[in-house]
Structures are given as C-alpha cells and as structure tokens.
C-alpha cells in the first residue's frame, strides 16, 4: 500500500478476475474509438461517393456490435468487491452521490481508471478497488 493514501483500497478475489476487469475496459474503451471512427468513414464514403470506404465503415461497424456483445457479457460478470454490482456494465441502479462521469458516462471513467491508474472507484457504492488480487495475511507483526 503505498503512503499517503487515506483509506485502504478493496482488492479481488483472484487475477483471473483482475484480468476480466482490465478485458472489460479494453473492449470499452476500444468501442469509444471505433464508433467516431465508423462515423467518420461513413460521412466521408457519403460525401465521396466512396464503395470502398462502404464497406470499411460498415465493416468497422460489425466490430463495433462484435465489441459492443463480447463486452456486455464480460461486464457483467465484473462485479464490484464490496456492493457486487456490476461497475463496468450499464446499470440503472442509482449512483453514488460523488459518482463523477466522464463525457456522460460513468462507465468510461471507470475503463480508463482501472487502464491507467490500476484501480477504479464504483459509481454505484463510491468504494475504491485496487487491480489486485487480496492476499491472506501470511505474518503478524
Ligand atoms: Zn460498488
């Protein structure tokens, strides 16, 4: 636990789980960047006439639904240590006071948390978890 933290952070119950979160923010964040990206590839083959740029906006498009089913069914087995609600999954059970968003989304401030900063804050309960996997205490001191 590094020092300087307030309170102690919760942890998961295995690394498989850990895995499973990280997964979760992957296919999130990466269904962010692919719909402006479909978007942009259809407005252009739209302007331009374009078959090809069709088809690659309409391929994208297919991955995104791929990427969109795949991470629906991760997320919901991603549930929070301590309410077990799913924090990575749309839920319209109420939100913690101090939940915060990220360009309208809860979710999307969750992914990139537990991506870059190694944990994430559930928007449901306002409790901390660390990606990490809770260890016995081996030793008393
Ligand atoms: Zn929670």
Same mark, same amino acid.
């Given at each position: ?5 307030? $309170?102690?952070?919760? *942890?998961?119950?295995? @690394?498989? +789980? ?7 923010? &992957?296919? &999130? ?5 692919l719909v402006p990206t479909a978007l942009a590839t259809l ?12 088809v690659i906006s309409g391929g994208i498009a297919l991955v995104v639904i +791929?990427v969109?089913?795949? @991470?629906? +069914? ?31 989304? $809860?979710?999307? *401030?969750?992914?990139?948390?537990? &991506?870059? *900063? ?5 928007? $449901? ?17």
């Open positions: 636990m590094p020092c300087g933290l307030a $309170y102690p952070m919760h *942890r998961l119950p295995s @690394q498989s +789980i850990v895995n499973r979160f990280r997964v979760a923010s &992957l296919l &999130l964040l990466a269904k962010w960047l407005v252009w083959a739209v302007l331009h006439r374009d078959k090809l740029m069709t +791929i969109t089913i795949i @991470q629906w +069914i991760i997320a919901n087995r991603t549930r929070c240590p301590l309410c077990l609600t799913p924090s990575l999954a749309k839920k319209n059970c109420s939100k913690h006071r101090n939940a915060r968003r990220l360009l309208g989304s $809860y979710r999307l *401030r969750v992914a990139l948390s537990i &991506l870059f *900063r190694g944990h994430f804050r559930c928007p $449901y309960c306002g409790e901390p978890t660390a990606m990490e996997v809770s260890e016995r205490r081996r030793h008393h001191h």
